[in-house]
């Protein structure tokens, strides 16, 4: 038994059935080990906790500086994020709203902080955009395992696609909203790659005006 089996464990259990799903006495069963075991490793379901955001974190494989032009080090960021999401949805999703309190986990967030800083942007513009940038992966990931399926958001598992798409066209059609129905073919049918992509991008646009100038 070690600390980074219980981890190993509870990131499984996460995954698979979400965090309300996590306790010491449901990790150890998984281990088939008694509950009261685990504490000679770990100090307690927080400690757990932290070490499932440590695991995420670390496998963003962000470097502590980037390299290159400012958009194109919130792009790689941004898709790091993406990509450790779409791999434990509902792990990562704790780490984006939980309390960042170890090292690792404030890894990620040092390097965006930094990377910005070394642009020009000033401490509070830099800040600022760290936090837009995490409501926006939180609001992202929500909408796409957990959002309505009335608007197109429902996770990748939801059967068949273009017969969805065709019943939501058809209910924003007939809604008696002018303007709902005049974009029904478009609001029925949501690729959540081309929406993030498109945040993204508007993050940057935004971002260029508050840019510092160099002659």
Not at 180 to 206: M, Q, W
Request: proline content about 3%; aromatic content about 6%; some cysteine.
């Amino acid at each position: 038994m070690t600390r980074e089996r219980i981890v190993g464990a509870a990131l499984t259990i996460i995954d698979e059935e979400g965090v309300d799903a996590l306790s010491m006495r449901r990790i150890a069963a998984s281990l088939g080990v008694q509950a009261m075991s685990l504490y000679n490793h770990v100090r307690s379901k927080a400690d757990i906790l932290d070490g499932v955001t440590e695991f995420i974190t670390t496998e963003m494989r962000m470097p502590r500086r980037m390299s290159g032009g400012w958009e194109d080090g919130i792009r790689s960021i941004a898709y790091a994020f993406r990509q450790a999401s779409l791999r434990h949805p509902r792990a990562c999703e704790l780490v984006l709203m939980r309390q960042l309190s170890t090292p690792t986990a404030l890894a990620p967030v040092d390097t965006m902080l930094a990377m910005m800083l070394d642009h020009g942007f000033d401490e509070e513009t830099a800040v600022h955009a760290l936090r837009l940038f995490i409501s926006f992966q939180v609001g992202t990931l929500l909408r796409q395992f957990h959002g309505s399926t009335a608007l197109g958001g429902g996770g990748a598992d939801d059967g068949d696609a273009a017969a969805r798409e065709a019943v939501r066209t058809a209910y924003f059609a007939d809604s008696g909203f002018p303007a709902v129905a005049k974009v029904a073919p478009v609001l029925a049918v949501n690729d959540h790659e081309a929406e993030f992509a498109f945040g993204v991008e508007l993050l940057i646009d935004a971002l260029r005006s508050l840019a510092p100038v160099h002659d």
